[in-house]
């Protein structure tokens, strides 16, 4: 059963454990990530984009997305 406190659309949510990410995002390599593919990013959201199975570098929105 998923946390409906974390998991609101369970067929585009995954778990994702961060590797080498930047101070400065907040997150700590080995936390673990609840990503929700169906959100729009807003600016100043975290942005992790997946390319064959790896993440790439997080990005923090700065623009209006949108």
Do not use: C
């Amino acid at each position: 059963m998923h946390h409906r406190l974390l998991v609101r659309n369970p067929a585009a949510t995954f778990l994702y454990r961060a590797d080498g990410w930047p101070s400065g995002a907040g997150v700590s390599d080995g936390d673990i990530l609840v990503v929700d593919r169906s959100v729009t990013p807003q600016a100043g959201d975290l942005v992790i984009a997946i390319w064959e199975g790896k993440a790439t570098h997080p990005a923090l929105t700065s623009a209006r997305v949108g």
